[in-house]
């Protein structure tokens, strides 16, 4: 009895451990990969449009050093500021004191620079927990906290990021060979498991960008994440109508993510959706795409932009790529995953309501 107890408590504990650093600070490192990479993402490729250049000189700034002049742009997928974003995001997630939810701004600015939204992610956790364990025991937390916070942050980034950093380059190049290898079934592990990221707290586009997906990874990815994002529109229009067409369609299906924790069935259709296309993705319609654009799916259409930059500069023709691009991100993203779904309706495991957003 005593060591079912024992046991009992154990798992609690892994349960609320995995809650809050699985959970609870990847969704907040998500929030602020969306407010901030992937919405200069956006910004970047609205920038390409003429007339619209204007938008792609907004974060740059020119500081002069001895007289010579240095332009740097903020709005950069390598800038730290999304390194800001992710550490307050991480901060507000794991619900710390306000003296620790500050400094987390420089934290996870170092963590970005040296290990990517991943190495922000950890060096954030690590002097957030730090600095709350020891807030409110002092009469100077105000100036102790910060810096406590800062320099344990800092101290955790500087000896785990480059590691970290290695460590998702590794997989993410151990991922592209396997693909070009075996096309098929990496085809389906790599679009489900986007699918899958692109609708739980897990960033989809930071998952890319830190394993540096490319090529026909990067295409299976791209098909993934469009699945997610056509298939919840489609699959959910009549519970939500236009505004849910649209915000989950080009915005993001992680607004369904409510929805599936109390109806964890919902999701199926879009995962059986994405295993079927992404070995299509990777043999007969033969996408490829970049890291940037590979986890951002049909949001602001920066996934689909990237597709044509990359495929085109391969040799493509410009009209082959589109109807490929149509086809298979939208056509058969939405005509599979309704066309399920709707079976799964008929049958009664998904019922009316099930996916209905709180649309504000």
């Known amino acids: ?38 919405i200069l993402v956006v910004v970047q490729q609205l920038g390409k449009i003429p007339g619209l ?14 007289g010579t002049a240095y332009s740097y742009d903020l709005f950069s997928s390598a800038s730290p ?17 306000n003296t620790v939810v500050y400094p987390s701004v420089l934290v996870g600015a170092v963590g970005y620079m040296l290990g990517g939204p991943v190495g922000a992610y ?40 480059p590691y970290v950093a290695q460590l998702m380059t590794l997989i993410g190049n151990i991922i592209n060979i396997s693909t070009e290898l ?31 997906l490319s090529g ?31 915000s989950q369609g080009i915005g993001t299906s992680k607004i369904q993510l409510p929805n599936i924790m109390r109806h964890p069935v919902i999701c199926l259709p879009v995962i059986i959706t994405a295993f079927i296309l992404g070995p299509l993705s990777t043999t007969i319609f033969g996408m490829t795409n ?26 493509e023709p410009f009209i082959s790529v589109l109807i490929k691009v149509i086809v298979l991100n939208f056509i058969l993203s ?10 799964m309706r008929k049958k009664g495991w998904i019922k009316y309501g099930y996916m209905e957003l709180q649309l504000q």
């Open 216 to 246: 026909l990874a990067a295409g299976a990815a791209t098909t993934g994440c469009c699945v997610s994002m056509i298939g919840f529109a489609v699959a959910s229009f009549r519970e939500n109508k236009w505004g849910g067409l649209i």
């Open 53 to 66: 250049e204007i938008l792609s000189s907004l974060g740059i700034v020119t500081l002069k050093i001895n």
């Open 290 to 315: 970049n890291a940037i654009g590979a986890g951002m799916g049909t949001s602001g259409l920066v996934g689909q932009l990237n597709t044509f930059i990359v495929m085109t500069s391969a040799g």
């Open 182 to 212: 075996q096309p098929i079934p990496m085809g389906m592990i790599i679009s489900v498991i986007l699918c899958i990221a692109l609708f739980s707290p897990i960033s989809s586009a930071g998952l890319c960008i830190s394993l540096g």
């Open 334 to 343: 939405a005509a599979i995953t309704l066309a399920i779904s709707e079976y």
């Open 81 to 97: 500021l999304i390194g800001s974003a992710v550490g307050v995001g991480v901060a507000l997630a794991l619900k710390v004191r």
């Open 122 to 161: 950890v060096a954030s956790i690590i002097g957030a927990e730090i600095g709350n364990k020891l807030a409110g025991h002092t009469m100077i937390d105000i100036m102790l906290i910060p810096f406590i916070v800062i320099i344990t942050g800092s101290i955790a980034a500087i000896a785990l990021g």
């Open 1 to 38: 009895m005593e060591n079912d107890t024992e046991g009992n408590i154990k798992t609690s504990v892994i349960k609320r451990l995995a809650n809050r650093y699985f959970v609870d600070a990847m969704g907040g490192m998500a929030y602020g990969l969306l407010a901030s990479l992937i």
